[in-house]
């Protein structure tokens, strides 16, 4: 099939990339020159792992192709995939401005039947505005579908190509007849397709994350309690994960959630229930007390120093809201580095992957180092943010020769209390006893 993918972030490009990979003919519209340039030669804008081994397969087959022009791919392509942002509004409410100005542009240009196949996060009742503008341009007919994505960042490639399912929001069989036809390769593998109405398609999307949101939440607000009565909260973890009715997955305690999906759609299904006078009182506590957890180790810090940050060095290691990932948005080490900073403190940071976006987010405010081991010279303690591998088994005696103090903050939960406890540091970690020295 020939398919149109408009937007290529990282929803659009794996998108469009694995949807080559089935065999079909893709073409990806952006508006950034730029980017899709470095598309034509070859360059993943973006970073998602194993990404660019399929890319580089489908270009080579010449089954995808790049454009700044929309009307190229919909003279030749019946089905279009919206992958567009959806950011949240000052009032949390999801944006959908961009959403409406390519349909628009679909009513405007389009000359025969398409299927426009809404990808992105999208308040209920959006598929109705889409149909809304698109019919107000032309009286060709045309569908409007539901498809919303489950893509975990930094496992994207495989959860497109592994779904659990394939969930297609449409009243119309015609098109339910073509989106099983491009799903066709996951079906054969027993993956299902779960079809809907567009309504409840567009709020399943939004309830899964604000669920997992919540699961999320929960865990560290048992954690926070576990710390305040002596129990370890790894055992509550396991202990409750292995209840099927529960799982344990999203059990993993921390310093809160970030990213692109979970805060802003937590916001607007907030929003959305305040709009037809609901109110998610159990979201609204979600949102407030992950605010809280993402700067959760300044206080413990400032304790540990003395109870003043003023001109104290602190060294973090990760930047990216978590691992495999250099997405930055909602990241709790911009929280902790804004609470740091206006407390007196210097903070000097590595990441493997998302120090460029930091920079551009932030400039100056925070030194950047060249690897995990030389910003420890002279800092006064370490705090852990990212998960990132490279930091899971590090060499216990470089952190103490380079650090000021042997302290570890971790956010992350990385690191084995016996471990760090024989190696003489203190320790502190998210729900579990703080380790002290020749305690």
Same mark, same amino acid.
């Given at each position: 099939?020939?398919? !149109?993918?408009?937007?290529?972030?990282?929803?659009? *490009?794996?998108?469009?990339?694995?949807?080559?990979?089935?065999?079909?003919?893709?073409?990806?519209?952006?508006?950034?020159?730029?980017?899709?340039?470095?598309?034509?030669?070859?360059?993943? @804008?973006?970073?998602?792992?194993?990404?660019?081994?399929?890319? #580089?397969?489908?270009?080579?087959?010449?089954?995808?192709?790049?454009?700044?022009? &929309?009307?190229?791919? #919909?003279?030749?392509?019946?089905?279009?995939?919206?992958? *567009?942002?959806?950011?949240?509004?000052? +009032?949390?409410?999801?944006?959908?401005?961009?959403? &409406?100005?390519?349909?628009?542009?679909?009513?405007?240009?389009?000359?025969?039947?398409?299927?426009?196949?809404?990808?992105?996060?999208?308040?209920?009742?959006?598929?109705?505005?889409?149909?809304?503008? &698109?019919?107000?341009?032309?009286?060709?007919?045309?569908?409007?579908?539901?498809?919303?994505?489950?893509?975990?960042?930094?496992?994207?490639?495989?959860?497109?190509?592994?779904?659990?399912?394939?969930?297609? =929001?449409?009243?119309?069989?015609?098109?339910?007849?073509?989106?099983?036809?491009?799903?066709?390769?996951?079906?054969?593998? %027993?993956? @299902?397709?779960?079809?809907? /109405?567009?309504?409840?398609?567009?709020?399943?999307?939004? !309830?899964?994350?604000?669920?997992?949101?919540?699961?999320?939440?929960?865990?560290?607000?048992?954690?926070?309690?576990?710390?305040?009565? =002596?129990?370890?909260?790894?055992?509550?973890?396991?202990?409750?994960?292995?209840?099927?009715?529960?799982?344990?997955?999203?059990?993993?305690?921390?310093?809160?959630?970030?990213?692109?999906?979970? @805060?802003? /759609?937590?916001?607007?299904?907030?929003?959305? =229930?305040?709009?037809?006078?609901?109110?998610?009182?159990?979201?609204?506590?979600?949102?407030?007390?992950?605010?809280?957890?993402?700067?959760?180790?300044?206080?413990?810090?400032?304790?540990?120093?003395?109870?003043?940050?003023? %001109?104290?060095?602190?060294?973090?290691?990760?930047?990216?809201?978590?691992?495999?990932?250099?997405?930055?948005?909602?990241?709790?080490?911009? +929280?902790?580095?804004?609470?740091?900073?206006?407390?007196?403190?210097?903070?000097?940071?590595?990441?493997?992957?998302?120090?460029?976006?930091?920079?551009?987010?932030?400039? $100056?405010?925070?030194?950047?180092?060249?690897?995990?081991?030389?910003?420890? /010279?002279?800092? $006064?303690?370490?705090?852990?943010?990212?998960?990132?591998?490279?930091?899971?088994?590090?060499?216990?005696?470089?952190?103490?020769?380079?650090?000021?103090?042997?302290?570890?903050?971790?956010?992350?939960?990385?690191? $084995?209390? /016996?471990?760090?406890?024989?190696? %003489?540091?203190?320790?502190?970690?998210?729900?579990?006893?703080?380790?002290?020295?020749?305690?």
């Amino acid at each position: 099939m020939n398919i !149109a993918i408009v937007g290529n972030g990282k929803i659009g *490009l794996v998108t469009g990339t694995c949807l080559a990979d089935f065999g079909n003919h893709v073409i990806c519209v952006d508006i950034d020159q730029k980017k899709v340039e470095m598309m034509r030669n070859g360059h993943v @804008p973006i970073y998602e792992p194993g990404l660019e081994e399929v890319f #580089l397969r489908n270009i080579k087959a010449n089954r995808i192709e790049f454009t700044t022009n &929309i009307k190229d791919a #919909l003279d030749v392509c019946d089905v279009v995939f919206l992958a *567009l942002p959806t950011p949240p509004g000052e +009032d949390g409410s999801a944006d959908l401005s961009y959403v &409406i100005s390519v349909a628009n542009q679909i009513g405007e240009l389009m000359t025969n039947y398409k299927v426009v196949v809404n990808k992105s996060t999208v308040p209920v009742g959006t598929a109705d505005k889409v149909r809304e503008v &698109i019919a107000s341009k032309t009286s060709i007919e045309f569908d409007v579908v539901s498809n919303p994505e489950f893509l975990r960042e930094g496992y994207a490639v495989q959860d497109f190509m592994k779904p659990s399912r394939v969930v297609v =929001g449409t009243s119309s069989q015609k098109a339910l007849d073509i989106m099983n036809r491009i799903y066709k390769p996951l079906t054969e593998d %027993g993956i @299902p397709v779960i079809p809907m /109405d567009e309504k409840s398609s567009e709020l399943t999307k939004y !309830a899964a994350n604000a669920f997992l949101a919540t699961k999320i939440t929960f865990m560290n607000e048992v954690a926070n309690f576990c710390e305040l009565v =002596g129990a370890d909260v790894d055992k509550v973890r396991l202990g409750m994960g292995s209840d099927d009715r529960i799982g344990n997955r999203f059990l993993f305690p921390g310093i809160g959630y970030g990213g692109s999906c979970f @805060p802003k /759609d937590v916001k607007a299904l907030v929003k959305s =229930g305040r709009q037809e006078n609901y109110q998610f009182k159990v979201l609204e506590a979600v949102e407030n007390v992950n605010q809280a957890q993402k700067v959760i180790m300044v206080p413990a810090i400032k304790d540990y120093l003395g109870g003043s940050l003023q %001109g104290k060095r602190i060294a973090m290691w990760g930047l990216a809201f978590k691992e495999n990932t250099d997405d930055i948005r909602e990241a709790s080490s911009l +929280d902790m580095i804004e609470e740091l900073t206006a407390q007196g403190a210097s903070v000097i940071a590595y990441d493997s992957a998302a120090m460029s976006n930091v920079k551009r987010a932030i400039g $100056d405010l925070i030194e950047y180092g060249d690897d995990m081991y030389s910003i420890l /010279d002279g800092a $006064d303690v370490l705090l852990v943010v990212t998960e990132w591998s490279e930091f899971r088994n590090p060499r216990y005696d470089v952190i103490a020769e380079k650090l000021k103090n042997k302290a570890i903050f971790d956010g992350r939960n990385l690191y $084995d209390l /016996d471990v760090l406890e024989e190696k %003489g540091f203190f320790y502190k970690s998210i729900g579990r006893k703080t380790v002290l020295p020749n305690a």
